[in-house]
């Protein structure tokens, strides 16, 4: 299954493809969608929903996940992405692909381990998860894969089920467990 995952943004959009078979996990692509400052808000909606279905239709993702807003204390900068998100929602829904959304927490959570994980380590994760140790991710590149990373977890297992323990989590998930 190929996993499409966006993290949205007027200013940069990141997204990641990677693919979930067997268990495993491989990189496929990531990248940004640069948005100028200069546009108006429309214009870089547009800009969002074309470069996303170009991307859809180059990669032919099985699947869509994309982080939901965030609520700051900037009024404009969430409805703003609000919107990035309504275009990269619908670009996903018009090319007929499965969507899921996945809170910014839980998305740290399913990666790192911890909800409150910082930008570093969430950055860290997806290159130890993905093999790509030697490889620079911008902020909103490793974003977007650890959003598809966060949905091919919950694909694996959605029925979280909370341990007790790490000897626990080992018998139910070892595969998960690296060396």
């Known amino acids: 299954m190929i996993i499409l995952g966006v993290d949205p943004g007027t200013n940069v959009t990141g997204?990641?493809?990677?693919?979930?078979?067997?268990?495993r996990l491989e990189h496929i692509a990531h990248g940004v969608i640069k948005l100028s400052s200069f546009n108006s808000i429309p214009s870089r909606l547009e800009t969002i929903y074309d470069e996303l279905s170009r991307i859809i239709k180059i990669y032919k993702p099985d699947e869509?996940?994309?982080?939901?807003?965030?609520?700051?204390?900037?009024?404009?900068?969430?409805?703003?992405?609000?919107?990035?998100?309504?275009?990269?929602?619908?670009?996903?829904?018009?090319?007929?692909?499965?969507?899921?959304?996945?809170?910014?927490?839980?998305v740290k959570k399913a990666v790192v381990g911890k909800g409150s994980a910082s930008k570093e380590q969430v950055g860290y994760m997806v290159k130890t998860l993905l093999n790509m140790k030697r490889v620079k991710f911008k902020p909103d590149e490793s974003d977007a894969l650890a959003i598809a990373l966060c949905h091919a977890f919950r694909m694996?297992?959605?029925?979280?089920?909370?341990s007790k323990g790490w000897k626990e989590f080992i018998e139910a998930y070892p595969e998960r467990v690296i060396g």
């Open 15 to 23: 997204f990641g493809i990677i693919k979930f078979s067997n268990n």
């Open 64 to 106: 869509f996940a994309i982080e939901t807003a965030f609520y700051g204390k900037n009024i404009q900068s969430t409805m703003k992405i609000g919107y990035a998100r309504g275009v990269s929602l619908l670009a996903s829904i018009h090319n007929k692909i499965v969507t899921s959304e996945y809170s910014p927490g839980e």
């Open 156 to 162: 694996k297992a959605p029925t979280y089920k909370k």
